[in-house]
């Protein structure tokens, strides 16, 4: 019996089994056996022979994939938002390979990739799926494409795709803490009361997975299927937003429910209907921020400006600068919302926020 099939009959033995307390212990070690097989599917794949593969170089300041079934408007959104031409037909499969493009937004250059459509079974191989969905594991934020003609499962059908190669959608990492130890077996410790996971049932996926020495550390409550992804470490947690494309052959009422859900955005390619929000969404789900520098006795640079990530310190700017500024940092000046006062003396470890104005002084 082959992967494939093994986890079939995983799939259909859960979905054949009730969902209640006593069938709880079952249901998580069927459901790590299945996270099992698809890693080993996901390995074969990487081991098969070399055909010509959909991934580009990364440039820009972020990455964003397009993904979505055949013929729902990803190379006409592609053709939309950037210079560069993809082919785009009323037929499906019109897109064969990669196609990058570049969309110029608040001094950023986002790099959007426009991938072939994908098919139900993409994570299993079906049309060169896997290898599509492998290149948005590289990406800063998924761009679902979805045709608001159709019906509601193709949203579902997508996730699910995505979630079998590993790529959880618009979730936190789970916080616990995992190591495998050498030694001492395995300690279990949860900081909040559990109403999906028990020891027993962390004992047993464990040694499913051949750990029998580990430390585990549960600080909020979380499922069997967070516990295997933790095991794991390979799971990609990335931001994600749903463009319904095609609203002007739906009804005002329908767009309304559409756009009501969460990270949706509504919109149509061939009458250029809401383009603006969509590329407003999409700055601020990348989470960038666009900071100033300036040199001593002179006025702040606002035609540049660098392009740095949320959270970012004066570090991180200093190594957007040159690499080497770093070691011979001394102080930074900084004017913005980050500060107390202005200008205020800062360290390296100093967050920066949008739009801060930067003097870094060096040593002499």
């Not at 939309?80 to 196609?99: D, Q, V």
Request: aromatic fraction near 6%; include cysteine.
């Amino acid at each position: 019996m082959g992967i494939l099939e093994k986890i079939a009959d995983i799939e259909l033995e859960i979905s054949k089994t009730q969902k209640n307390k006593a069938t709880e212990y079952h249901l998580g070690l069927l459901k790590a056996k299945l996270a099992r097989y698809r890693v080993q599917l996901l390995d074969t794949g990487r081991t098969a022979s070399k055909g010509e593969g959909f991934d580009v170089m990364k440039s820009g300041d972020a990455r964003v994939a397009l993904i979505g079934f055949p013929s729902v408007g990803k190379s006409t959104l592609l053709n939309r938002l950037t210079n560069t031409h993809s082919e785009a037909g009323a037929y499906e499969f019109t897109t064969l390979t990669c196609i990058p493009g570049k969309i110029e937004y608040n001094g950023a250059n986002i790099q959007l990739l426009d991938l072939p459509g994908i098919i139900e079974g993409a994570s299993a191989g079906k049309g060169r799926g896997r290898q599509v969905i492998a290149v948005a594991r590289t990406a800063d934020l998924v761009m679902i494409m979805l045709d608001a003609t159709k019906s509601e499962t193709q949203r579902r059908l997508l996730e699910i795709e995505l979630e079998a190669v590993g790529i959880r959608l618009n979730t936190q990492r789970p916080n616990v803490y995992f190591k495998v130890k050498t030694g001492g077996g395995i300690s279990f410790n949860a900081t909040c009361k559990l109403t999906a996971l028990t020891e027993r049932m962390v004992q047993h996926i464990l040694h499913d997975y051949r750990i029998f020495n580990a430390e585990v550390l549960i600080r909020e409550d979380i499922t069997v299927d967070q516990f295997i992804d933790v095991v794991l470490g390979n799971r990609k947690y990335i931001r994600a937003i749903y463009c319904y494309n095609k609203i002007d052959s739906i009804t005002l009422e329908q767009v309304n429910e559409l756009a009501r859900q969460p990270y949706t955005v509504v919109m149509s390619c061939e009458m250029d209907l809401n383009m603006d929000y969509l590329l407003e969404t999409i700055w601020k789900n990348l989470a960038l921020l666009r900071v100033y520098t300036k040199k001593r006795g002179e006025y702040p640079d606002f035609e540049g400006g660098l392009i740095i990530r949320a959270g970012s310190t004066i570090e991180h700017v200093c190594h957007s600068i040159h690499r080497t500024l770093a070691t011979e940092f001394k102080y930074a000046l900084v004017w913005g919302r980050s500060t107390k006062h202005n200008p205020q003396r800062v360290g390296l470890s100093h967050s920066v926020e949008n739009e801060d104005v930067i003097q870094v002084v060096k040593r002499r």
